[in-house]
T-cell receptor
Framework: QKEVEQDPGPLSVPEGAIVSLNCTYS??????FMWYRQYSRKGPELLMY????GNKEDGRFTAQVDKSSKYISLFIRDSQPSDSATYLC????????????FGQGTILTVHP | DAGVIQSPRHEVTEMGQEVTLRCKPI?????LFWYRQTMMRGLELLIY????????DSGMPEDRFSAKMPNASFSTLKIQPSEPRDSAVYFC????????????FGNGTRLTVT
């Protein structure tokens, strides 16, 4: 079993839709959770960062962590064609200090 | 800042040849990471350095892979001999600190071994 599981999709939605991206993880020691966005032929870039459980909002993006169920979510409101990218969840903590473990990545396409 | 710089952007080589990938991290960053990305396995950590010292190389697939960081502004990942299954996009990333510092990725080297 992978430490971080993420449905690779692909996911296709119309412009303006609410997008929900999800990951599960297995290591209860993980405390830091990040979402990276990767455009085609580019390196990933940090989109959202959260510590422990709870929600964090940044503009149209909301990151949610539920440590009791080991579930990580990213919500995108009013999705735009420019949001079309691969979204990677990642986490670290405990004895994995310094090592970010990534999910497979979900390919998202927002069509006009 | 120019960001993390990787070279070459693309590399096509024949099986058995030596391949060297290069990375210049962001100035002042004390951590450097090498990742490999494939459709099947996603983004995998190969090795990371802290202050030029290798900390964890447990992700290096086998002895054919080696990485060095001779100084704070340069790192190499070498594959010798290369095999078709090494074909992937190799990313270098750097950060200042770890837990709450974002990784800054380069744009990767796309390696094709024929």
């Amino acid at each position: 079993q992978k430490e971080v599981e993420q449905d690779p999709g692909p996911l296709s939605v119309p412009e303006g839709a609410i997008v929900s991206l999800n990951c599960t993880y297995s290591n209860s020691a993980f405390q830091y959770f990040m979402w990276y966005r990767q455009y085609s032929r580019k390196g990933p870039e940090l989109l959202m960062y959260t510590y422990s459980s709870g929600n964090k909002e940044d503009g149209r993006f909301t990151a949610q962590v539920d440590k009791s169920s080991k579930y990580i979510s990213l919500f995108i409101r009013d999705s735009q064609p420019s949001d079309s990218a691969t979204y990677l969840c990642s986490t670290t903590g405990g004895t994995s200090y310094g090592k970010l473990t990534f999910g497979q990545g979900t390919i998202l396409t927002v069509h006009p | 800042d120019a960001g993390v710089i990787q070279s070459p952007r693309h590399e096509v080589t024949e099986m058995g040849q030596e391949v060297t990938l290069r990375c210049k991290p962001i100035s002042g960053h004390d951590y450097l990471f090498w990742y490999r990305q494939t459709m099947m396995r996603g983004l995998e950590l190969l090795i990371y350095f802290n202050n030029n010292v290798p900390i964890d190389d447990s992700g290096m697939p086998e002895d054919r892979f080696s990485a060095k960081m001779p100084n704070a502004s340069f790192s190499t990942l070498k594959i010798q001999p290369s095999e078709p299954r090494d074909s992937a996009v190799y990313f270098c990333a750097s950060s200042f600190g770890t837990y709450n510092s974002p990784l800054h990725f380069g744009n990767g080297t796309r390696l094709t071994v024929t």
